[in-house]
């Protein structure tokens, strides 16, 4: 197996008791990790249902503007056509972010354990 193939590896589920997350769940840090989720989530997943049913309304409200001829098709095809490569745009992002969501959530974990290791080896 090559070096890049070990790297895309998942990493083994983390198995620790309820008195170690409540630790980790009381860090600031942890508190930042769910702050910076919850600023991209929630802004990301509005746009993208504004965006969705941006279609719909345009067909219900403005049916002028989506039998506008662009080209070989309407507004409303365009419109359409366009959701699928904005699904996968921002499932591109979302995937960017959910790497660095996840370094940041392996750092965490990396200070814990090693503090715990530390802790024990004494």
């Not at 890049?4 to 620790?16: E, S, V, Y």
């Not at 600031?28 to 969705?52: D, G, M, N, S």
């Not at 080209?71 to 699904?87: K, R």
């Not at 591109?92 to 940041?104: E, L, M, N, S, T």
């Amino acid at each position: 197996m090559s070096d890049t193939d070990k790297t895309h590896q998942p990493a083994a589920p983390l198995r620790a008791d309820a008195e170690v997350w409540e630790k980790i769940v009381h860090r600031p840090e942890f508190e930042q990790l769910l702050t910076a989720k919850a600023r991209f989530i929630v802004p990301t997943c509005l746009f993208f249902l504004v965006y969705y049913f941006a279609l719909i309304v345009v067909v219900g409200y403005f049916p002028e503007l989506a039998k506008k001829k662009i080209g070989p098709a309407n507004f409303a095809y365009w419109f359409a056509l366009s959701q699928f490569f904005m699904s996968w745009i921002v499932a591109w992002v979302y995937v960017r972010a959910a790497g660095r969501f996840d370094q940041f959530a392996d750092s965490i974990l990396d200070e814990h354990v090693g503090s715990e290791n530390s802790a024990s080896k004494k």
